[in-house]
Each structure stands twice: as C-alpha cells, then as structure tokens.
C-alpha cells in the first residue's frame, strides 16, 4: 500500500469483528493503487499474511493481527476521507481534503475548539481565557500524550516567532513554521515551513500559491487570500475584547494577510492556520484529548481555571483584559529532548538561526514590568502627550518605558482610533473575579436589581444600559443579584435606565461603598474575590 500508515492507527479502539456472525472484516488492496477493498471472509479463510497452524493462535499472533487490521482501517479512512472532500460542487474555487481522522479516541461526539496565539506572545486559550507571557522560551501550546504543539517566543518581549507540531499523532514526524524575517527586515522576509527538517511549500505558483502532502499525515497549502471553501471560518469569528494595533483580529487572516495564509490539516482533525501578521499569528482547532495542558489550556470548558488578572497597576487598564496571567500545568519552558525546533534537523537549525533577534545594542527588558526611572518617565510623557484619552496616555507611557525605541506616538494615535472603535460599540469587557475598582483601588456605587440572579441576565441589563453616561459596568456576587456600576455623577431619576426583567430594582437599589470614598470614571480592575465577578463598559 503506497504512502506512510499512521501510527496513530494503533490508539483508536475498532472492533473488526462482527459479534453475531463471527465472520472476520479483511482488508487487501485492490489493483488500484492508493484504494483499499474491506471483504468478508468466512472462518479459516484469510487474505493477510496470517501463519496457519493447527490448534489455537497465541497472544503475540492475535495482537499483530489487531494491530494490522486497525492499520488498514485507518488507511482506508483516511483515503475514503481524502476522495470524498475531493468531491466539489460546480462553483468551488479552492477545496482541501479533511483531517484524516476526526475526533480523537473515546471521544467521537465532541466538537473542535480554537486557541489562538499572536504578537508577544498573546494566548487565547480553547475555553476563551485570555493571557500573555512575554518571555524568551520555546512553550508548550498544547501538551498531550499524543498531540505535541509547540510555540517559540523570542526575545523578553515574548515576539512570536515559530509554531510547531509533532508527537505520536503525527508517527513522530514534525512541521515546523517559523519568521525568518531579519530584525532589519533586509532579508528571508516571510514564513519557512519544515516538514522533518525539510522546506516545504516554497515552491509557489505565479499566484503564490503551493501544496504539499504526505498521505495520511499531512495536507498543507499556501495562499495568498482568504478562502471560505479552504479555510475555517471560525477563526474569523473567535472574540477579543480589545481591538489591536494592527487592526481587528478578524483582518490577521482575511483578505491578503502578510507573509501569506497557510492551512495545515492533520491527523485527529487538528488543523494550524499561519499568517505573518504581527510577527505570526496561529490558530489550533482540534479536539480535546484527556490529560491536556499547556498555554492553550486545559480545554475543560471553564477559563477561569486558566488566568489570573494582571495586579492594580501593573498594566495600563485598556490592556487588562487581554494581559491575565496564565496558571495551570504545561507551563514550563519545552525540555531539549522534546523540543520540536531542536529536533527538526541540521537543515532546521540553520533555518532557526535567521529567526529574528533584537538588535545586539538594543536592552531586552526585564521579564516583569517594572518602575520606570524618572529621566525615562520625563521623555515617555512627553512623547505620548498627544492624546486627551487618559488610559490611553497611561497604555502609551508604559510601552515607552518598556521599549524607548518605539514610535510611541504613532502607534498610540493608531490604538486611539481603534478604541473609539470599540467604544462606540459599548463593548463589554469581563475583568476577572472580584468587585470592580478604580485605578485607586476604590469600590464603585451600584444600583442593585431585585432578581437578575445569572451571569446571563446581568450581562444583558448592562448590555441594554451600555450607552447611558455614567453606567460604567456591572458585577455578581454568587448568590446575589446584578449590580450595575456606576458613576457618582449619574443621576438614577433622570437617566433612562432600564427596567430590570425579574422585579426591576431592588428597593435599596443605590448603595454607596463604605467610607463614603467612590470609584470614579473608569473601572480599572477587580479588588480580587472569587464570589464575584466584574464587566466594563468602555466609554
């Protein structure tokens, strides 16, 4: 049978054997290559290269059996797979065979889920928590018994600069896409993909387009825009709570994104979308595999199992939402012997020497903010005194402080334009658990309702009181009921808030923080609790 069988054949748990008629599933290969024939036998019959003995076969010949018959299910699945997604509708301009394999084993009913990784490096993880490292390491994306994906984060700012995938799943074989643009930007300007070591893909079309594949292992594609028939819709839709400098999160893969769009589909139903758009940005699908770990998550439905919020202070408020600290297993930096980018080859190693490093003159910050010496703040302020937005000017001083190389200014004004953005849309932005603070560490007033008792309702009365001057969010205790944030200036009779479904407003409805000391203007993080939880509003 032509093409490399997957090793991963031997996980998934078939029974080749029909209970009632006892009569053996055989597989040969037909006169066409690359198509396999399932036949039935009757007993004692055979057409595999079965020893036939009298009396009965032992152990060690039974499990070869097995594991032979299980190979060739996986094939011809996988080639069954393959012809079927070939098949193509009149108007289909670019078309992809799927995964050879879908869900995992033991799991046939799940659903694939995204994480997403990005810039320096930023995470969001499969259950939708959002984190960044900001570390130079090679980090593990998803780490499992049989699936292996791997990120690399140069530099201390964490830049993003290569994906990889292997591990059992794969029959050990590796793909490795790494930046090979210079820190000058003079050459190698793009996307290397490896797979064992070896280019691939670079071999491009007059349109710059190319394929690659490796039967039952790998299908891989370049293109140079967004394909709806070739690529995964549902990386467009994924949710951020924060619009980036380089624009929404949607435009990293749509139309012609820099570098080019590459796809990679796998066994197990894993697929990795590459683009180059801020340094790179990927995203997995695949489907959960018991025990799971790694940045990506531990994939158990619930985020806040997965993050920690940033401390008061420690990041400018308009990046709190996107910098939660990451917790759980898999955190470690990749070991020599597992780690992909290593193992690739001599061929991948002089590759992985062109990945871009700072500048040898240029100081890589500490890995953890920290104060900025006065002379520096001095220039910083002055710098990013091109805004009236005061979040936005705290955002501009802190990068400056961080990286005094930077354009501050002209990335600052980009953000500006892009937060008005978001802001006109009333976004919701959830904060963590915990109360809802100022910058000073100050409780808010809150108007209380009198049965709004869920996540679900609490989110929709603040989606309804978004655009009222003065509601700045919303918070729920476990137990209690929603209670909308607010600014002392906000007048409760003459505002136009509206009507709470379930008993509208508590009859204590305003309440004032004890001490008589009232947030004011922004919520800028969570006075840590794990009873409540906090929205904003961005206004």
């Given amino acids: 049978f032509p093409g490399r069988l997957m090793p991963a054949a031997a996980y998934l748990g078939v029974h080749l054997v029909s209970a009632s008629a006892r009569v053996p599933l055989l597989a040969s290969a037909s006169q066409d290559p690359g198509v396999l024939l399932l036949q039935k036998g009757f007993a004692g019959s055979t057409k595999m290269e079965m020893r036939q003995e009298s009396g009965e076969p032992t152990i060690s010949e039974l499990s070869q059996q097995v594991r032979e018959l299980k190979n060739l299910l996986v094939a011809m699945q996988g080639s069954l797979d393959t012809k079927l997604s070939n098949c193509c509708s009149g108007d289909c301009k670019d078309s992809a065979p799927s995964s050879s394999v879908g869900a995992p084993p033991g799991n046939p009913m799940a659903r694939p889920g995204l994480c997403a990784t990005f810039g320096d490096p930023h995470f969001t993880t499969f259950d939708g928590a959002h984190t960044i490292l900001l570390r130079n390491m090679p980090l593990w994306m998803v780490k499992s018994e049989h699936v292996w994906v791997q990120a690399l984060a140069k530099t201390n700012w964490g830049n993003l600069m290569g994906i990889a995938v292997g591990g059992p799943f794969m029959g050990n074989h590796s793909l490795v896409v790494v930046n090979t643009t210079l820190h000058d930007g003079s050459a190698n300007k793009g996307l290397t993909v490896l797979y064992d070591g070896k280019p691939i893909l670079d071999n491009q079309d007059g349109n710059g387009n190319a394929e690659f594949e490796v039967p039952f292992v790998l299908w891989a594609a370049r293109r140079t825009e967004f394909s709806p028939s070739l690529h995964d819709r549902e990386i467009l839709n994924m949710k951020h709570p924060i619009n980036w400098t380089v624009g929404p999160w949607e435009s990293r893969f749509s139309n012609a994104p820099e570098a080019g769009l590459y796809v990679f589909k796998l066994p197990f139903g894993v697929e990795l979308t590459v683009t180059g758009v801020d340094f790179m940005s990927a995203v997995v699908k695949m489907y959960h ?21 940033p401390r008061q202070g420690e990041v400018p408020p308009i990046l709190v939402p996107v910098s939660g600290h990451p917790i759980g297993e898999g955190l470690e930096p990749v070991a020599e012997a597992s780690n992909l980018f290593l193992l690739s080859g001599a061929e ?23 104060e900025c010496p006065e002379e520096l703040m001095a220039k910083a302020e002055v710098k990013c005194n091109v805004t009236r937005d005061i979040d936005m000017f705290r955002a501009c001083v802190a990068d400056y402080c961080m990286q005094p190389g930077l354009d501050v200014a002209r990335d600052m004004l980009a953000a500006e ?10 976004m919701q932005v959830p904060l963590g658990h915990g109360r809802c603070v100022d910058e000073s560490g100050r409780r808010f007033r809150i108007l209380r309702s009198k049965g709004l008792r869920n996540e679900q309702d609490c989110t929709a009365l603040l989606h309804d009181a978004a655009e009222i001057q003065g509601v700045l969010g919303a918070q729920l205790q476990v137990g209690g009921t929603c209670e909308l944030v607010v600014d002392p200036s906000l007048d409760m009779a003459t505002a136009g808030l509206p009507d709470p479904s379930e008993g509208g407003w508590a009859d204590d409805a305003v309440a004032v923080p004890d001490g008589g000391l009232e947030g004011t203007k922004f919520i800028s993080g969570v006075e840590q609790d794990l009873e409540w939880k906090c929205w904003r509003i961005n206004h």
Avoid at 289 to 307: I, K, L, S, T, V
Avoid at 417 to 426: D, P
Wanted: charged share 25%; proline share 9%.
């Fill in 289 to 309: 595999f018991e025990p799971q770990m790694g940045y990506c998550g531990n994939f158990d439905g619930n985020a806040d199992d997965e993050f920690e919020p």
């Fill in 348 to 370: 991948a190693a002089a590759v992985m020497n062109r990945v871009m490093e700072p500048p040898l003159n240029q100081a890589q910050p500490d890995v953890k903010l920290r």
């Fill in 417 to 426: 334009g892009l937060a008005e953005k978001v802001n006109a849309e009333g």
